[in-house]
């Protein structure tokens, strides 16, 4: 029992928020217990990690995983019992040959939802440019623990997406506006049904040393931005900038519109017990926090 208590308190120190930092290591603990070295990588991300919980919120992760065929084969009973539309193991792994499968997970610690890919799609999602999955990783992350692969692949997207941030800025801009534009690209380039300027701002507000030691560092290596006073200038002609602006935002919509990334929605939707009551509780929690904030 204590060397469990041991290893959650182990994972807890790589997270940033002490405050939920245990609640998302014991879930961490739990499926490092289940799937242990089949986990090439496991992210936590969302509002427990950075940005402000609702009451309902519950620790998010991304599982990359070495043999995706083994981790479904493990799953059999769960897709027959615990999906609201019962699946087998052959259509999960086909499911995830096409994106990443959401699944809401219990645990004698408390509920999770898991993003579970394979290490080979991770990698072809960031290097061609899959703004879902490039979106989650862009903003900071608790990185659990990972291979020199995935961060590298990272690193990539991170600095992916400070360019594609760059093109929908002004000539001159703070840091925090960046990183509030950078945090909005993923929400941006899929449906959600959130307050989603809420959110960006929470996400920045709580995390913004990390992305601080993560991004200063990268828009030091663009040639054309400078730093001038308190102010990051971009130094590209109009037309340059132009051309990029437009191809940012015809990228982003391409992405969000997409047939497979309706179907994605469709399908992780279904992959919950109750999915409409998960749609309905987000957009409830949104409407209380912004009531809240008016007050």
Not at 160 to 189: I, M, T
Not at 217 to 223: A, F, G, M, S, T
């Amino acid at each position: 029992m204590q060397k469990n208590i041991d290893r959650i308190n182990e994972i807890a120190k790589r997270l940033p928020n002490k405050e939920t930092s245990i609640t998302i290591a014991e879930r961490a603990f739990y499926l490092e217990q289940e799937y242990g070295d089949n986990i090439d990588t496991l992210f936590a991300y969302g509002s427990l990690v950075f940005g402000k919980p609702r009451k309902k919120s519950i620790p998010d992760f991304l599982v990359i995983i070495k043999d995706i065929v083994v981790f479904h084969k493990m799953n059999e009973d769960f897709y027959a019992s615990g999906l609201t539309i019962p699946s087998n193991s052959d259509e999960q792994i086909k499911l995830n040959e096409l994106w990443p499968n959401f699944y809401n997970l219990e645990s004698p610690y408390g509920e999770m939802k898991a993003g579970v890919m394979s290490k080979e799609y991770y990698l072809n999602a960031i290097y061609k440019d899959n703004m879902f999955i490039q979106g989650r990783i862009q903003k900071p992350l608790g990185i659990l623990w990972s291979s020199r692969e995935t961060e590298e692949a990272l690193l990539f997207a991170r600095r992916k997406g400070a360019l594609h941030a760059l093109n929908l800025l002004p000539v001159s801009f703070s840091f925090r506006e960046f990183a509030e534009k950078l945090s909005s690209l993923s929400y941006l380039s899929e449906i959600r049904p959130e307050n989603i300027n809420r959110k960006i701002k929470d996400i920045v507000e709580t995390g913004y040393s990390q992305f601080e030691s993560i991004y200063k560092p990268i828009l030091n290596e663009v040639d054309y931005i400078k730093y001038i006073g308190e102010e990051y200038k971009d130094t590209r002609s109009h037309e340059e900038k132009e051309k990029a602006r437009n191809e940012t935002l015809d990228f982003q919509k391409k992405q969000k519109w997409a047939w497979k990334s309706i179907k994605r929605i469709f399908q992780n939707a279904i992959n919950y017990k109750h999915p409409l009551n998960y749609i309905v509780d987000k957009i409830k929690g949104e409407i209380n926090k912004t009531l809240i904030d008016k007050e």
